[in-house]
């Protein structure tokens, strides 16, 4: 487990990753993209930016 920072459509931010073993396909997880405020288009296959909500 590492803090890293993500970068996505010029937004960054600090995540939470888990390393897996070398050959491992990568994969965006719900708290990544809440964190760039982005979320997943499953019919253009993409990435959109959403708004946030602040509580």
């Keep these: 487990m590492a803090d890293v920072w993500a970068t996505t459509n010029g937004r960054g931010t600090t995540t939470i990753v888990l390393l ?3 050959g491992t396909s990568p994969l ?20 959109v930016s959403t708004h946030g ?3």
């Design 20 to 22: 897996g073993d070398e």
């Design 28 to 47: 965006l997880g719900a708290y990544t993209l809440e964190g760039l405020l982005s979320a997943v288009d499953p019919v253009n296959e993409r990435l």
């Design 53 to 55: 909500i602040l509580y």
